[in-house]
C-alpha cells in the first residue's frame, strides 16, 4: 500500500500518522507537503493529519483547503482512492466539501484530550470493515472544535446511507448526552462521503494502535485499509 | 546628571550607573541605557543570585552541557542527548494570565530548540491563590487555557506538572513551564556568535513593540500599577513558533550554522550581546534591516522588544543564501541584519549610523553582584502539635483531605492539555512522573516537577532537600534512575533579608541533596520579586527532573492493577505531622517543622524500590506525599479502580499514621506469589517494610490497630466520587 501523509503548516499530527503507516504497519510512506501536487494515481491511502493548520486562526481547516496538495487530493478521491481526515483533518475535508456537515467549538469551550468510547455504527466501509457492527471501542480525542453539527436534511441522509461511521458513548455503548465530549450532533465522532471511500473523524485512530501505548482499537482502522486495498489489487 | 536620573528610572542603582561610565568611560546614550538596564535587571543578570546559585552540584559523568547555556544537556546513551530547562513567566501571568502563560510555554520551547534539540515535552508547574477569590478562578482558568491553547498547537505533549493552591499567591500566581527535547549528541548547537565575518540572521515573527522593557517589569514587585504594565507582557502567537521550530531544525542539521539564540527576555539586546560574550567576539547589527511589524519604531524599541517567535542565527559568511530558502519553504521571514565582529562590542547602528556601542561582556555579564545581608525569618513559634486532638471521625476528616484542591485530581486541567501527540506518551498525567517512549530505542524518560512550598517556608534548608527527594522519587516509582535538575527558584524580594535567608537555605537544602543523590542541576532559573503588597509568596523552588529506563516495558504507574495483590508500605511512619495538609486544613495550624528527609534512608528506600521494579516484583508504586498514607492509598486505588483493605499495627497516633506526611515512604502492590522475593531482597538491603493489605473490589477499609483501633472506612465510589470532582466544585463555587 502506498501512502501519503499531507503535511500542513500547523499540521502536528503528521509524524504520528507516518509512524504507524510506516514503522506499524510497515507500508511504503512519504510525506506531501502542502504546496507540492500528486496525481491521483501516486497513492492508496491520503492522510490529512491532525493539527492546527494554519493556527485555526481562521475556522479550523478553512485555509487549508485551499492548498495546492488539497487539489490533488480533492481528484484523488474522485478516483475513488482512500482519504481518511482525523481531528484537523477532518475539520479540512469539511470546509473542503469533500464531507458534509461543520463544526463548531466544543460545547464547554475548553479542549479536550481523553479517551473516550466509541460505537462502530457502520462496518461495511474500507475503514471499518475489521470491527464489529456496534462494536465499542475507545480512542482518544484531542481538540478544540469537535461539535459536528449538519442539518436535519443532512443528517438523515447521514444516516440512511449508512454514513454515521463512529458516535460517542459511555462503556456499554449507550449513546448519551454525557459520553459526548463536545456537543456534536447526535454524537457523531465520525463520517464518511457516500461513496464510502472519504472519511473524517475526531477521535485519534494513530494514537492507540500499539501495545506499549496500552490501546490497540485503532490499529485496526488502518489494518481494514490495508486488507481493502490488498484485495483490490487482487 | 540627567542620564542618571533616566537611569534610576529604569530601574538601575547609583552603583550600577557608575560602573556603567567606568566602563564606557563616557555617559551612556538613551539607547544604551536602555540596554544595560534591561541586561542588568535581575531576569536576565541574576545578580542577586549567582553567588547561591554555584553551591549546585552541575557536573557529572552524564553532563555534556550545564548551566550558562540555553538549556542543559545529559547524556542518554546510543547517541543520544535529553536537553531540559525550567523557567517562570510570574509576573506577565499575574497581570495577563493567558499570554502570560502562553508565551511563557513558547519561551521555554525556544531554548530547547536553541541547542539544536527537538522539543518532545512540555510541563508546568503551577500555584494560585484561594479558589474562592474571584479573582483567583480567573487567573487560573486562563492560565491553564493559555498553556493549553500554546502546546497544543505547537504539537509538544504537555505530560505532567502539579497544581497547588495557597493563600499567598493570590495576586502573584507561579506560572513555570520545563520543556523536555531530545537530540542526537554530534547534532548539539550553541549560542555562541563565532567567527568573526560570519553573518547575524534574524528569523521568525516581526518584531513590534510588545513586551518592551519586560525583564525589568519581571524584576519588580507587583503592585497597582502593574495592570498599567500590560503592554509589557508578550503575545504569542503559536502556529508561527510551530514554524520556526520545524525551520530551524531542518538549518541546524547544517554546519554553516554556527550559533543559534532565542530571542526572550531583553529580546535583541540579549540574543547579541550574549552570543558575542560567550563566544568574546562582538557584534554590529543595523536596526533599519530588522524586519518590523509597524513603522516609525525607535532603534530603543527595536532593541528592547520582547516580541515572540524569533531566533537569531549566527552563519557561516557566504550560506545565507541557504538558510533564507530554507525559512522560505515555511514562508519565515530570514534577514541579515548584521555580523560578527572582532572588537567585543555590540555595536548598534541605524541607516549606517552608529547609535550604541557598549562592550557585549559588560552588557552579558557584567553586572555588579548585589551583596546581602541575611536574616532569619521568625516563622512562627513552635508548639507542640501533641496538643492536637485526634478526631473522632476519621472517614469525615478523611473527605475532607480528599475535596482539597491541592489533593484532589488534577485531570480537569491535565485534560485541556494534549498530552498525548507524538504518541510517545507511555504514562500520561496523573500518575507520580510522566513516563514517554523514545522511539528507534528500548529507554524511556520519567519526567516530572514538584516542591512542596509550605515545607519550605516552615523550613527552607529541609524543604529544599524535600523538593529533591521527592521529584527523585517521583521519577524511582516509575520505574527510572533520576538523571538530572533543572529548577526554577520563585521568591519574594531578595533585597528583603528574609527572602534571601529563604533562597540561600532552600538552596542548600537542594544542592546537599542533588549531591547526595548524585543528580547534577544543569540548568534553571531564577524569578524574585514575587510579591505584592508587601506580601512574598511561599519560597517556591520548583525541581524539574528527569530519569531515565533502560527498558521501556519496566515502566511501572501508581494505580493498582488486580484484586487480592498485596499491599506493602517500604519506609516508615511516624509521628511528624508539621506542614501536612491535615494539620493546615484540619485543625487551621500553619506552624511547626515540616517533615524531615534523612537522606540515607531516603536513598535506600529508592534505591530498593528501583530494584524491585527491575526485577518485576511490583505491579504498582507510589510515592506517598500529600495527604499522607490514607491519601497515597486511595490515588493507588480510585486511578486503578480497585478498593483496599488493610490493617496498620502501630504504636502511633492514627492521625499521624493516616495523614501524616513522613518522608521516603513508598506503596507498592504486589502479587502475593512474589512476597517471598520481595521480602528477601527487603531484609538484603536492610529495608524496612509492613504489609498493609491487598487490593479489594469495591469498598475502602483501613484500621489503624494501636490502641484505639479507630478506621476509615468507606465505598470507592464515594472516595472516587469526591476526589474525582472537588476541584471542579471549588471552581464552580
Known amino acids: 500500500m502506498r501512502c501519503a501523509v499531507i503535511v500542513f503548516p500547523g499540521s502536528n499530527c503528521d509524524l504520528d500518522c507516518y509512524h504507524v503507516l510506516k514503522d506499524v504497519m510497515g507500508q511504503n510512506t512519504e510525506y506531501v507537503f502542502h504546496k507540492e501536487k500528486f496525481s491521483p494515481g501516486d497513492f492508496d491511502l491520503i492522510v490529512l493529519p491532525g493539527g492546527f493548520s494554519y493556527g485555526d486562526y481562521l475556522r479550523a481547516g478553512a485555509i487549508a483547503r485551499f492548498s495546492k496538495a488539497m487539489e490533488s487530493v480533492v481528484k484523488a478521491s474522485e478516483k475513488g482512492k482512500l482519504i481518511l481526515g482525523i481531528c484537523n483533518g477532518f475539520q479540512i475535508l469539511l470546509e473542503a466539501g469533500l464531507l458534509e456537515g461543520a463544526m463548531m467549538k466544543n460545547r464547554d469551550l475548553k479542549f479536550h484530550c481523553h479517551e473516550v468510547y466509541l460505537r462502530v455504527e457502520n462496518n461495511e466501509t474500507p475503514f471499518t470493515h475489521l470491527y464489529k457492527k456496534g462494536e465499542i471501542i475507545k480512542m482518544p480525542v484531542a481538540h478544540g472544535f469537535g461539535n459536528f453539527y449538519a442539518p436535519e436534511n443532512t443528517l438523515e441522509k447521514l444516516k440512511n446511507n449508512g454514513q454515521i461511521i463512529f458516535t460517542y458513548c459511555d462503556k456499554n455503548g449507550n449513546v448519551t448526552e454525557e459520553s459526548n465530549p463536545n456537543g456534536s450532533i447526535m454524537n457523531i465522532a465520525g463520517i464518511c462521503n457516500e461513496n464510502k471511500n472519504v472519511l473524517g473523524l475526531m477521535p485519534h485512530p494513530e494514537r492507540c494502535a500499539e501495545e506499549i501505548l496500552k490501546n490497540t482499537d485503532g490499529k485496526r482502522l488502518f489494518e481494514s485499509v490495508l486488507e481493502f486495498i490488498k484485495g483490490r489489487a487482487l | 546628571m540627567t542620564m542618571l536620573k533616566e537611569a534610576l528610572k529604569l530601574g538601575l542603582n547609583e552603583n550600577e550607573y557608575s560602573e556603567i561610565v567606568n566602563t564606557l568611560k563616557r555617559e551612556p546614550n538613551h539607547v544604551e541605557l536602555g540596554m544595560y538596564s534591561v541586561m542588568w535587571s535581575e531576569h536576565c543578570s541574576y545578580k542577586n543570585s549567582k553567588k547561591y546559585l554555584k553551591r549546585f552540584p552541575t557536573k557529572g559523568e552524564r553532563v555534556l552541557v550545564g548551566p550558562g547555556e540555553n538549556a542543559g544537556i545529559v547524556d542518554i546513551g546510543d547517541g543520544l542527548a535529553v536537553v531540559l530547562k525550567i523557567e517562570s513567566h510570574n509576573h506577565p501571568s499575574a497581570v495577563e494570565p493567558y499570554q502570560g502563560a502562553a508565551t511563557g510555554v513558547g519561551g521555554i520551547i525556544r531554548d530547547i530548540v536553541a541547542m539544536g534539540a527537538r522539543p518532545i515535552a512540555l510541563l508546568d508547574s503551577l500555584r494560585f491563590g484561594n479558589l474562592k477569590n474571584p479573582r483567583v478562578k480567573y487567573l487560573f482558568s486562563n492560565v491553564v487555557a493559555g498553556i493549553g491553547d500554546y502546546g497544543n498547537s505547537v504539537g509538544i505533549p504537555t505530560v505532567g506538572g502539579e497544581t497547588y493552591f495557597s493563600?499567598?499567591?493570590?495576586?502573584?500566581?507561579?506560572?513555570?513551564?520545563?520543556?523536555?527535547?531530545?537530540?542526537?549528541?554530534?547534532?548539539?548547537?550553541?549560542?555562541?556568535a563565532r567567527g568573526v565575518g560570519n553573518s547575524v540572521i534574524l528569523v521568525g515573527a516581526l518584531t513590534g513593540r510588545d513586551g518592551i522593557h519586560g525583564a525589568s517589569f519581571a524584576s519588580e514587585e507587583l503592585s497597582e500599577d502593574s495592570k498599567e504594565k500590560r503592554p509589557s507582557v508578550q503575545v504569542g502567537d503559536p502556529f508561527m513558533e510551530k514554524l520556526l521550530i520545524e525551520a530551524c531544525l531542518e538549518v541546524l542539521k547544517f554546519d554553516f550554522v554556527v550559533g543559534i539564540q532565542d530571542?526572550?527576555?531583553?529580546?535583541?539586546?540579549?540574543?547579541?550581546?550574549?552570543?558575542?560574550?560567550?563566544?568574546?567576539?562582538?557584534?554590529?547589527?543595523?536596526?533599519?534591516?530588522?524586519?518590523?511589524?509597524?513603522?516609525?519604531?525607535?532603534?530603543?524599541?527595536?532593541?528592547?522588544?520582547?516580541?515572540?517567535?524569533?531566533?537569531?542565527?549566527?552563519?557561516?559568511?557566504?550560506?545565507?543564501?541557504?538558510?533564507?530558502?530554507?525559512?522560505?519553504?515555511?514562508?519565515?521571514?530570514?534577514?541579515?541584519?548584521?555580523?560578527?565582529?572582532?572588537?567585543?562590542?555590540?555595536?548598534?547602528?541605524?541607516?549606517?549610523?552608529?547609535?550604541?556601542?557598549?562592550?557585549?561582556?559588560?552588557?552579558?555579564?557584567?553586572?555588579?553582584?548585589?551583596?546581602?545581608?541575611?536574616?532569619?525569618?521568625?516563622?512562627?513559634?513552635?508548639?507542640?502539635?501533641?496538643?492536637?486532638?485526634?478526631?473522632?471521625?476519621?472517614?469525615?476528616?478523611?473527605?475532607?483531605?480528599?475535596?482539597?484542591?491541592?489533593?484532589?485530581?488534577?485531570?480537569l486541567v491535565y485534560h485541556q492539555y494534549d498530552y498525548m501527540v507524538r504518541t510517545d506518551t507511555v504514562v500520561a498525567p496523573g500518575s507520580d512522573a510522566a513516563v514517554l517512549r523514545l522511539k528507534g530505542t528500548k529507554k524511556g524518560l520519567a519526567l516530572t516537577c514538584d516542591c512542596n512550598a509550605f515545607y519550605c517556608y516552615l523550613d527552607p534548608y529541609e524543604g529544599g532537600k524535600q523538593a529533591v527527594a521527592e521529584a527523585a522519587r517521583n521519577i524511582v516509582v516509575s520505574g527510572a534512575a533520576p538523571l538530572a535538575i533543572t529548577d526554577c527558584l520563585n521568591f519574594g524580594n531578595p533585597e528583603k533579608n528574609e527572602v534571601i535567608y529563604q533562597f540561600a537555605k532552600c538552596i542548600e537544602g537542594m544542592a546537599e541533596a542533588a549531591e547526595y543523590f548524585k543528580i547534577p542541576v544543569v540548568s534553571g532559573n531564577v524569578s524574585f520579586y514575587n510579591e505584592s503588597k508587601n506580601k512574598a509568596v511561599l519560597p517556591t523552588p520548583v525541581v524539574g527532573m528527569i530519569g531515565l529506563m533502560e527498558d521501556i516495558l519496566k515502566h511501572t504507574t501508581q494505580s493498582f492493577k488486580k484484586q487480592g495483590d498485596l499491599v506493602i508500605l517500604i519506609g516508615e511512619n511516624t509521628e511528624e505531622l508539621g506542614g501536612s495538609e491535615y494539620l493546615k486544613n484540619v485543625h487551621k495550624i500553619r506552624y511547626g517543622k515540616p517533615p524531615k528527609v534523612d537522606l540515607k534512608k531516603e536513598k535506600l528506600v529508592q534505591d530498593f524500590c528501583l530494584k524491585a521494579i527491575e526485577l518485576g516484583l511490583l505491579r504498582s508504586a507510589h510515592d506517598v506525599s500529600e495527604g499522607g498514607l490514607a491519601v497515597a492509598l486511595a490515588e493507588c486505588a480510585i486511578t486503578g479502580g480497585f478498593g483496599f483493605k488493610g490493617d496498620i499495627y502501630t504504636s502511633l497516633r492514627e492521625d499521624a499514621v493516616l495523614f501524616g506526611e513522613a518522608q521516603s515512604r513508598i506503596i507498592v502492590s504486589i502479587d502475593e506469589k512474589e512476597f517471598s522475593t520481595f521480602k528477601r531482597l527487603a531484609e538484603e538491603e536492610g529495608i524496612i517494610y509492613q504489609v498493609l493489605g491487598f487490593v479489594d473490589k469495591d469498598s475502602f477499609e483501613i484500621t489503624v490497630k494501636n490502641n484505639r483501633m479507630r478506621k476509615i472506612s468507606l465505598g470507592l465510589d464515594e472516595i472516587s466520587y469526591i476526589w474525582r470532582n472537588s476541584l471542579k466544585w471549588a471552581l464552580e463555587k
Open chain 2, 167 to 192: 493563600d499567598e499567591y493570590d495576586e502573584n500566581p507561579l506560572v513555570n513551564a520545563m520543556c523536555v527535547g531530545i537530540i542526537k549528541k554530534d547534532e548539539i548547537k550553541r549560542g555562541t
Open chain 2, 263 to 411: 530571542l526572550g527576555a531583553a529580546g535583541l539586546t540579549s540574543a547579541c550581546s550574549e552570543t558575542a560574550a560567550r563566544a568574546g567576539t562582538g557584534i554590529e547589527i543595523d536596526v533599519d534591516l530588522v524586519p518590523k511589524r509597524e513603522e516609525g519604531m525607535t532603534p530603543y524599541e527595536v532593541m528592547l522588544s520582547e516580541s515572540q517567535e524569533r531566533m537569531l542565527l549566527i552563519v557561516k559568511e557566504g550560506y545565507e543564501e541557504e538558510v533564507i530558502k530554507a525559512f522560505k519553504k515555511w514562508d519565515l521571514n530570514a534577514v541579515k541584519i548584521g555580523k560578527v565582529t572582532d572588537d567585543g562590542m555590540l555595536r548598534v547602528l541605524e541607516k549606517g549610523q552608529k547609535i550604541a556601542e557598549v562592550p557585549a561582556k559588560s552588557l552579558a555579564e557584567g553586572a555588579p553582584q548585589v551583596i546581602h545581608e541575611i536574616r532569619e525569618p521568625v516563622v512562627q513559634e513552635e508548639k507542640d502539635i501533641v496538643n492536637v486532638k485526634v478526631p473522632e471521625e476519621l472517614n469525615e476528616v478523611f473527605k475532607i483531605l480528599l475535596s482539597l484542591p491541592n489533593i484532589a485530581d488534577k485531570s
